[in-house]
């Protein structure tokens, strides 16, 4: 089964006969407290409009994210979805090799090799928790060299403050090296600054961020994203694009999304206490190492893979749906990764999970 993505309900409902609303998906990792009202209004407010083409110059998000982020309307890169923006950047920089550290998203390579650039992945160090392999990196990279760092990284959940490797970062963008930072979900983090590579972009020239709206917003049916970086690399971009790709309503959708403050202090509140549960339940059961997390995902560990291919099936056939990580490199078959959802969604997982668990002793 192809599980280079997941989220995908349409298959899920498909597979086990049940309509699309009676599928629980633990797979994707999407805020389930969203789409925001303001951004179910803004579209309303702007289905008049889809007679018109839209805006290729994306003034208006562009100038919404300007404000939030600090940034000029020239440095950001707006796309259908954060893995358009990485089309265009792969696309256009078309780096002789692609750094990946692994396990990750496996469109990083997928893209990479598309246009031609070797793949060479280095393993995280994954024990009782998820480190950096900083000094292995500092040997490796070269100029025009691309490394990719997730953060918050998928699929662990676990993410890096920026003083942990703001100066690799810095001398490897000084030599000449891209690094791509997805930060796709860093507006689930308290204190998202602290973790993200914008003060490094606003430095130089060869820093580049991605972000999402799918995840935090619940707007993945819409598809926007945007790219921060600089000037000269996004306007050679915007010159050999398709003008068109982010549509009217996936703009004004954005536009909401990222002015609604209340919207963000309510999911900051939920996903803190849904946090405290999952580490109270989780973390407590033998069956399943729990790996520190901070995003609204996380991943476990079972203590066999018969166990975690059990649950999974078990769980399929309740119409209930996690991710299995098996085709991740570095994980496997024992490892799956679980999105946070409503309290009493998460309470139901977890008591299924527990149950089987402990019918398989």
């Not at 089964?1 to 597979?15: C, F, I, T």
């Not at 959940?157 to 030599?175: D, F, I, L, N």
């Not at 993945?220 to 982010?246: C, H, K, M, Q, T």
């Amino acid at each position: 089964m192809d599980m280079v993505h997941g989220g995908r309900v349409y298959e899920y409902a498909e597979r086990v006969g049940r309509t699309v609303d009676r599928i629980m998906d633990f797979s994707a990792n999407i805020n389930p407290l969203g789409p925001p009202v303001s951004v179910m209004r803004a579209i309303e407010r702007g289905l008049g409009d889809i007679r018109h083409y839209p805006d290729s110059r994306h003034d208006g998000i562009k100038r919404v994210l300007q404000s939030r982020l600090g940034v000029n309307g020239d440095q950001i890169l707006c796309t259908n979805g954060a893995e358009e923006a990485l089309e265009l950047l792969f696309r256009t920089i078309r780096p002789p090799r692609t750094v990946v550290l692994t396990p990750a998203f496996m469109e990083y390579a997928t893209i990479a090799s598309r246009y031609g650039s070797q793949v060479c992945a280095i393993p995280l160090s994954i024990d009782v928790d998820v480190r950096l392999p900083m000094d292995k990196l500092d040997g490796i990279l070269r100029a025009g060299d691309v490394l990719v760092l997730n953060n918050p990284h998928n699929p662990t959940g676990v993410s890096w403050p920026r003083h942990q490797w703001r100066k690799y970062v810095e001398k490897w963008s000084a030599q000449g090296s891209y690094v791509i930072c997805d930060e796709s979900f860093i507006d689930f983090l308290p204190q998202p600054l602290a973790y993200s590579a914008l003060p490094l972009v606003l430095a130089g020239e060869h820093v580049i961020i991605v972000r999402s709206a799918t995840k935090m917003f619940a707007i993945p049916g819409l598809r926007f994203g945007f790219a921060i970086g600089a000037p000269l690399l996004f306007a050679e971009i915007s010159s050999n694009r398709d003008p068109w790709s982010v549509n009217h309503l996936a703009q004004v959708a954005a536009m909401a999304a990222y002015q609604d403050v209340e919207f963000e202090l309510a999911t900051a509140r939920w996903l803190e206490q849904e946090q405290d549960y999952i580490r109270s339940v989780w973390g407590q059961q033998e069956d399943f190492h729990l790996f520190p997390f901070s995003a609204n995902f996380f991943l476990v560990r079972a203590s066999s893979a018969a166990l975690a291919q059990r649950v999974e099936k078990e769980l399929r056939k309740e119409g209930v749906f996690v991710r299995n990580c098996e085709q991740f490199s570095g994980l496997g078959a024992d490892y799956l990764r679980v999105a946070v959802r409503h309290h009493w969604e998460n309470i139901r997982l977890w008591t299924m999970v527990r149950d089987l668990a402990i019918a398989s002793r």
